[in-house]
């Protein structure tokens, strides 16, 4: 088609019809504007969707304010696929261009946007529309309270740093003018001007920039405690107040430009820190973002648009093919099995397949047929929201080695100030009065302890954002810790080493009877049963019609087939129904299904709660580290000793209640470091007990909430990506601690010996900080 009188070809219709409506609006000055090439249009195709929903009352309540008064409404929207600022040109004309819309506010960096508009004049549904027909993808913005207030200070962070910057820009010219001046000789009062700009340069830095610094030492100090701000404030009131003396009367050295660029290069090194903590926040937020805003629901004899927050448990949603799966639900019964990918929840991109009855989780994406789904947990009940506040309480804690390098930077923080003041008052008396305050100062400066403070919280940070995309929540940061200190681990069996679910081990039929035939009538009658059993044998065969069927509860079922009557269940309930015959073909033990008629019994099918993939690769993996594995389970002797003979365990127990399993732990405890890895509810007293506890992520909430650290992915040898990542950070915190402190070992005596002039001692010190945190980042590759 012709764009702007020239022929343009276009790699979809989509695409094509973008650009039609851009050209037919006369906003042809966006390809001018553009910077970067726009994504695919993927909520463009997604219009089809039905946009009413952004039009219901219960739906706009959370990220919409309507004025009563004036008549206009407030929208906050996220937008994918915003690049760059012509993207935002685009979109705030031609929103603009609609009727009733009164302002639009496109922030390109982040792709958030607000919209005011007269609702008495146009539907939000219409303006959501309009965005989407240009390709993009809005949803509604999470005003997530904790990101909103993270936002703002780092806005009023960039301002300070931007102040800072400008200052320490304007600062160090006209020190350099100064410079020059003591080499090659100054006018008085020359010098005397340029002092007093630099001062009128330097004075909002102090009180702007610098404030955030002078609060946290000021609150320090009224709790009792020596923070790492207090000689930070202490210097630059020292040099602050030091340079208008000395400004003023004319005599004496100045620090303007020390004191520009040490809290420039304080405030960029804070800045990066804050930085990786959000980043790390992000992570685990984002797995909410990852679920659509929007639901199909079932209503009567039609398909309804509505907000996932308007869903409540047993409501039936439909999710089209290639969607994203909106709420943890089942899929109905009568429905064939899905398909579906879950890269968000195991970080690989195959695919699971699920049967009627059988759980789907919020942020799968169906890559098969539509889905009919029965929703099973709404708000914060969702797997996605548990997620992400275990990983919100783990940001919250504070691991040992933080409170032990917070205490020794308390004690470091009043070392420093009695060597500058010993130091300043030494030069006072060998020199004069302006050499012992240079000394003192850059003392105070150089010795920041920052370096020390950040060693550990960033590599915590940066492990825990790097471990959550990879599929491993990590709850508590002391985890990371205490894993080292580990010398036995104990396993739960059932649903931890295994899957949970019992699977088809072997089929045995009596001398006379026909495999195939027997599959059908245990196939056929499991159709209707709701029994964990059921799941595992409802595909053996395609079924066939069953009449009179029956439940017994705790024994098994009856149908007939064909006229003919069968039973199906435990082997005391098969025989007493059906004669008695020769058994000798029959396997021994207590966990056969049976199949009988009224000649006999016909058949036997033998169960198993298989393996997880990587069970025996994990045992031997922590077995050659020297570590004790022991296996605890409530199921038989001989369940138990066939399996840990599977898996190669040695110390293996059998029949063991939680009580059991916690009295073995907390008798261990006396002389080793436990941890634990288990599913259920009846493992949760033994995980907290545990010193370190792993949860898998099917496992039951009560088991996930007490862990400290949870596999989302449900992989079993995740726990070696763990224990190699751990292993990581644990060197990086050292590397950390050991620059830190022969950093200050080396620099401080070097300026006691005034060889450091404050300047130079502002740079080391923010080399030190940025090194670490520069450092720490490696911590993100896992």
Not at 572 to 577: A, D, E, G
Request: net charge negative.
């Amino acid at each position: 088609m012709q764009i702007n009188g020239e022929l343009q070809f276009f790699c979809c219709h989509g695409c094509m019809a973008v650009a039609s409506f851009i050209d037919a609006s006369g906003l042809q000055s966006f390809y001018d504007l553009r910077t970067d090439s726009p994504h695919r249009a993927g909520f463009a195709d997604a219009a089809k969707f039905d946009l009413s929903a952004f039009d219901r009352p219960s739906f706009q309540k959370v990220f919409v304010d309507a004025d009563s008064e004036t008549g206009v409404s407030t929208a906050r929207l996220t937008i994918d696929g915003v690049n760059c600022g012509a993207c935002s040109w685009l979109i705030r004309k031609s929103l603009l261009a609609i009727s009733g819309v009164e302002q639009v506010d496109v922030n390109p960096a982040t792709g958030w946007a607000t919209v005011e508009f007269k609702h008495s004049e146009v539907l939000l549904s219409h303006i959501v529309d309009q965005i989407a027909r240009l390709g993009y993808q809005p949803s509604p913005a999470n005003d997530d309270e904790q990101t909103s207030r993270w936002l703002k200070l780092r806005r009023n962070s960039l301002a300070r740093l931007a102040v800072a910057g400008f200052g320490m820009m304007q600062v160090m010219t006209y020190a350099v003018a100064m410079y020059a001046g003591a080499f090659t000789g100054i006018d008085q009062d020359t010098r005397y001007f340029l002092r007093l700009v630099s001062l009128l340069v330097t004075t909002p830095v102090v009180f702007y920039s610098a404030a955030p610094f002078f609060a946290q030492a000021t609150s320090a100090l009224r709790h009792r405690a020596m923070s790492m701000d207090v000689p930070v404030a202490l210097a630059i009131a020292l040099a602050y107040l030091t340079s208008v003396v000395n400004t003023f009367s004319r005599s004496g050295e100045v620090y303007f430009d020390s004191i520009v660029m040490f809290v420039f290069l304080l405030s960029m090194a804070r800045f990066l820190v804050g930085g990786i903590n959000q980043r790390s926040r992000t992570d685990g937020l984002s797995i909410d973002s990852l679920t659509p805003s929007l639901a199909r629901r079932f209503e009567s004899d039609s398909v309804v648009a509505v907000g996932v927050d308007e869903l409540q448990v047993d409501d039936r949603v439909l999710v089209g093919s290639g969607e994203l799966v909106p709420v943890d639900g089942v899929l109905a019964e009568g429905s064939g099995k899905a398909q579906l990918q879950q890269a968000w929840l195991s970080g690989e991109s195959r695919v699971v397949t699920v049967g009627p009855s059988e759980p789907v989780l919020a942020g799968s994406r169906n890559v098969g047929g539509p889905l009919d789904l029965v929703v099973t947990a709404v708000g914060e009940q969702r797997s996605v929201s548990q997620i992400r506040s275990l990983y919100q309480r783990a940001l919250g804690k504070r691991p040992p080695s933080i409170k032990q390098a917070d205490r020794l930077a308390s004690w470091f923080v009043a070392i420093v100030l009695i060597l500058a003041v010993a130091g300043g008052l030494a030069w006072t008396v060998a020199a004069d009065y302006q050499k012992g305050v240079e000394i003192a100062l850059a003392v105070l400066i150089v010795s920041c302890p920052c370096a020390l403070s950040l060693a550990t919280p960033a590599v915590l940070a940066a492990a825990s954002g790097g471990l959550i995309r990879h599929g491993i929540l990590l709850a508590d940061g002391a985890a990371i810790e205490n894993l080292k200190r580990v010398d036995k681990i104990v396993f739960d069996k059932t649903g931890s080493l295994t899957r949970g679910q019992l699977s088809l081990k072997a089929i045995h039929t009596a001398p006379d009877g026909c495999s195939g035939w027997l599959k059908t009538v245990v196939a056929s009658l499991e159709q209707r049963s709701n029994h964990p059993i059921a799941t595992a044998l409802r595909g053996l065969a395609e079924p066939v019609a069953v009449d009179q069927w029956q439940d017994y509860p705790g024994d098994g079922l009856s149908g007939v087939i064909a006229g003919h009557r069968y039973w199906l269940g435990r082997h005391k309930f098969v025989s007493t129904q059906a004669p008695e015959t020769d058994l000798s073909w029959a396997p021994r033990g207590d966990d056969a299904v049976w199949i009988g008629d009224d000649q006999g019994v016909l058949g036997c099918i033998e169960l198993t709660d298989a393996p997880r993939a990587g069970c025996r690769q994990v045992v031997d993996y922590f077995a050659s580290k020297g570590s004790e594995i022991c296996l605890l389970s409530g199921d038989s002797e001989a369940i138990v000793d066939d399996f840990a003979d599977l898996i190669g365990i040695d110390e293996h127990y059998a029949r063991q209640s939680p009580q059991d399993k916690l009295e073995k732990i907390s008798s261990w405890q006396n002389t080793q470091r436990l941890l634990f890895v288990g599913d259920g509810v009846n493992d949760a007293p033994a995980m907290a007990q545990a010193d370190v506890s792993v949860a898998l992520g099917s496992g039951s909430a009560m088991a996930k909430s007490g862990a400290d650290i949870v596999l989302l992915s449900d992989r079993l040898d995740d726990l070696l990506v763990l224990d190699r990542a751990a292993q990581r950070a644990r060197a990086l915190i050292r590397q950390n601690l050991w620059w830190a402190g022969g950093y200050n070992l080396v620099i401080i005596p070097v300026t006691l010996a005034g060889m450091v002039p404050p300047w130079l001692a502002a740079v080391g010190m923010s080399v030190s900080s940025l090194a670490v945190v520069l450092s720490s980042l490696r911590g993100r590759r896992i």
